[in-house]
């Protein structure tokens, strides 16, 4: 079992930066890549950004790509995204996923919120 916690999340003013953290706790070393995914009021979750296991590869999707950044720090076992020029479209509950071999785990998610 993979337990996800999410934090960072907040109100800020369009155009304004916020760091989302992911710590991972519980059977860690069977963590692959992880993700970032958000889901606003009436819509579909989506993905962010997705991370690979080593670090070095990383996929935004078009909406963030120039904006957004995830990191990890596998000693730590927590993921980032770094989330700069925040639009009032970014408004949304984000969640980190975390992929082991055999399944997907989900934490409760971070609220985000950019007033324009």
């Known amino acids: 079992q993979v337990r996800l916690v999410e934090s960072g999340g907040g109100l800020v003013q369009a155009g304004g930066s916020l760091r989302l953290s992911c710590v991972a706790s519980g059977s860690t070393f069977r963590i692959n890549a992880m993700a970032w995914y958000r889901q606003a009021p009436g819509k579909q979750r989506e993905l962010v950004a997705h991370?690979?296991?080593?670090?070095?590869?990383?996929v935004y999707a078009d909406s963030v790509k120039g904006r957004f950044t995830i990191s990890r720090d596998n000693a730590k076992n927590t993921v980032y995204l770094q989330m700069n020029s925040l639009k009032p479209e970014d408004t949304a509950v984000y969640h980190c996923?975390?992929?082991?071999?055999?399944?997907?785990?989900w934490g409760q998610g971070t609220q985000v919120t950019v007033s324009s």
């Open positions: 991370i690979s296991t080593s670090g070095a590869g990383a």
């Open positions: 996923s975390a992929n082991t071999v055999v399944s997907t785990y």
